[in-house]
């Protein structure tokens, strides 16, 4: 029961959640910048349409990542996954992983479905995409640095 509760305080507690209910409630309130946002990016080239496929490859890089996190290549006597609260760290990987999907799945599905960006949930769902899976990469980035250098503390 500790664990469901612990996976449940690690969703919600985190910076991709805040980055998914700020995207929610702008859906919500409608501010009417977003219809000058979304006029101007349906009448922008054709490229513009590929930048929500960013959070594909930041999901691809955090994938990457999550290894050197959990298995570092300074911890060759495996001393991380010794570790007492190894589990709290893995659980947190793997959610961080889940938030990644998820912007990735949302930065595609608005990239097939509304290709010209000429709605204003559209241009909500691609901001909350790019700035959700930058904000999980920055988190899954320090990380890797905590462990590297928890990592050749504890083994030198």
């Given at each position: 029961?500790?664990?469901?509760?612990d996976?449940?305080?690690?969703?919600?507690?985190?910076?991709?959640?805040?980055?998914?209910i700020?995207a929610?409630?702008?859906?919500i309130?409608?501010?009417?910048?977003?219809?000058?946002?979304?006029?101007?990016?349906?009448?922008?080239?054709?490229?513009?349409?590929?930048?929500?496929?960013?959070?594909v490859?930041?999901?691809?890089?955090?994938l990457?990542?999550?290894?050197?996190i959990?298995?570092?290549?300074?911890?060759?006597?495996?001393?991380?996954?010794?570790?007492p609260?190894?589990?709290?760290?893995?659980?947190?990987?793997?959610?961080?992983?889940?938030?990644?999907?998820f912007?990735?799945?949302?930065?595609?599905?608005?990239?097939?479905?509304?290709?010209?960006?000429?709605n204003?949930?559209?241009?909500?769902v691609?901001?909350?995409?790019?700035?959700g899976?930058?904000?999980?990469?920055a988190?899954?980035?320090l990380?890797?640095?905590?462990?590297?250098?928890?990592?050749?503390?504890?083994?030198?």
């Amino acid at each position: 029961m500790s664990s469901i509760f612990d996976i449940i305080r690690r969703t919600v507690i985190s910076p991709e959640f805040l980055v998914t209910i700020f995207a929610i409630l702008i859906i919500i309130l409608k501010p009417n910048f977003l219809l000058l946002i979304s006029k101007a990016l349906s009448e922008a080239p054709d490229g513009v349409k590929y930048i929500a496929l960013v959070p594909v490859g930041i999901t691809f890089w955090c994938l990457k990542q999550s290894k050197t996190i959990l298995f570092p290549s300074e911890d060759a006597q495996g001393l991380l996954q010794n570790w007492p609260n190894f589990r709290y760290l893995k659980t947190r990987v793997l959610i961080g992983i889940v938030y990644q999907g998820f912007f990735c799945v949302s930065g595609v599905l608005v990239w097939i479905t509304v290709p010209k960006f000429d709605n204003y949930w559209s241009v909500v769902v691609i901001g909350m995409a790019i700035i959700g899976s930058v904000v999980g990469a920055a988190t899954f980035y320090l990380a890797s640095l905590n462990v590297a250098e928890m990592t050749k503390r504890h083994t030198l």
